[in-house]
């Protein structure tokens, strides 16, 4: 029976198009071969990628790589991509590896990001801003009265409080500034294993099309999001608490009709218990509509209550849900340790998420930047120790995540029943920018 490596398998379905007896099955991400398969091999050459090639011990060799690198990045979201970018533009020779074929995809995002986080880097592109938000509507039952709040920006200077990327563009556009500034990229390329190697090398391991490689870099930085292995390989215990991650499940509709330069937020502890449901416009009547729980409190899945709210609005249902996607949001703390020998984490890795927004963009970003920047110091002293590297976890923690460890001791001082309290609703709306 013809087998498959899930690795190089592109889930483009062109096997299945050509097996006379029905024993393929593209299944979402996942290519199924059943019993049926009677070993034609007609598949094998219609696979682009050589998913059904039997392995060979020798490997393929990666296109256009060194063997060796200053500066690997596993993971090339916001974090990973600025990085990237930011260490080849001070001379470091970079990797940037990307676990998914398509940079940006899926998405797993609100997609919200402030003025001021983005211009800290660049101007905004019609390319990749969906929308531009000049005003926020609050809504929720807030000490068991229905409470609305309403703002608008006056930031004229800024054109508005804040930007719905399209993610999808905007990731991308990350990547390719770093690939500018001199990185090499490569997609649907795992680490699989990393590890210190005497006492000023790191050693990635690599699972890709081009087969299986150790990669030597003086820094690896770890950007490989919630789910992330590397913290774990470089000895950093990332576990997150259940009540420090916001379980979250969003649709993209299509045909709503939305104020589309307004976010719309609501804080209901039924539908949303200890987190809240959000409303983004995305242009040409499209709007992300997203629902975050507190994981320890989900007793119907996200997805289900998401679905219950939409269909109690009735500007939302007549809408169509043209993508759906879900995941976790760590609202907790950072790690007690962001470094190792050789090895930062940074973004939702390092959990440099806002506690109480569940806003990371702009976090990733500016974490990107300050661990290139340590990294670089690093080689440049030829020290790439946990000893020098912890510069990067003090210089983090008096910067952003001071305001992040004060909404997070802000978060926790109300339990998930108070978040519809008069107190709460006023650290909120100060949170996303409806109040001052």
């Excluded at 339990?415 to 709460?424: C, D, V």
Aim: charged content about 20%; glycine content about 10%; aromatic content about 6%.
């Amino acid at each position: 029976m013809v087998s498959v490596d899930p690795s190089l398998c592109g889930y483009c379905g062109s096997c299945v198009s050509v097996c006379p007896v029905g024993a393929l099955d593209l299944q979402e991400t996942r290519l199924a071969v059943s019993e049926a398969c009677v070993e034609c091999n007609l598949c094998l050459s219609a696979c682009p990628m050589g998913a059904l090639v039997a392995a060979t011990e020798s490997p393929r060799d990666l296109p256009m790589l060194q063997a060796s690198y200053d500066v690997v990045v596993v993971g090339a979201g916001p974090a990973g991509s600025t990085a990237a970018w930011q260490a080849a533009e001070q001379g470091l020779s970079v990797l940037l590896l990307e676990k998914r074929q398509e940079i940006g995809s899926p998405v797993r995002c609100a997609e919200g990001i402030g003025h001021e986080g983005l211009s800290a880097f660049f101007a905004p592109d019609r390319s990749w801003v969906s929308a531009t938000v000049r005003k926020i509507r609050i809504q929720g039952l807030i000490g068991g009265q229905q409470r609305l709040l309403e703002a608008e920006s006056q930031q004229d200077q800024s054109g508005g409080v804040g930007y719905i990327l399209e993610r999808r563009v905007f990731d991308c556009a990350l990547a390719e500034r770093a690939a500018q500034a001199g990185a090499d990229v490569l997609v649907k390329s795992a680490a699989t294993a990393f590890w210190w190697e005497g006492d000023s090398q790191a050693v990635v391991q690599v699972q890709s099309p081009w087969g299986h490689h150790e990669i030597s870099a003086r820094v690896v930085i770890g950007a490989d999001g919630v789910e992330s292995r590397l913290g774990a390989w470089a000895g950093l215990d990332t576990t997150l608490a259940r009540h420090d991650l916001m379980s979250c499940a969003q649709f993209l509709l299509a045909g709503v009709d939305i104020d589309p330069e307004c976010t719309y937020y609501y804080l209901d502890s039924h539908l949303a218990p200890g987190g809240y449901i959000w409303i983004f416009p995305k242009g040409s009547g499209c709007a992300n509509v997203g629902l975050g729980a507190q994981s320890d409190l989900v007793r119907i899945p996200p997805v289900e209550l998401l679905t219950r709210f939409v269909e109690s609005q009735p500007f939302l249902e007549r809408g169509s849900a043209v993508t759906l996607v879900a995941g976790g949001v760590p609202v907790g703390l950072p790690p007690p340790r962001l470094v190792s020998d050789g090895c930062l984490l940074v973004g939702d890795a390092a959990r440099q998420v806002d506690p109480i927004t569940g806003g990371g963009i702009a976090n990733a970003m500016s974490a990107g930047r300050l661990a290139a920047q340590v990294a670089a110091q690093a080689i440049e002293s030829d020290d790439v120790s946990q000893a020098f590297l912890s510069r990067y976890e003090q210089e983090w923690a008096q910067g952003v995540g001071r305001r992040m460890a004060r909404n997070y001791r802000l978060r926790r001082a109300f339990a998930p029943e108070q978040r519809t309290s008069e107190r709460f609703w006023l650290v909120f709306a100060i949170s996303v920018g409806a109040a001052k």
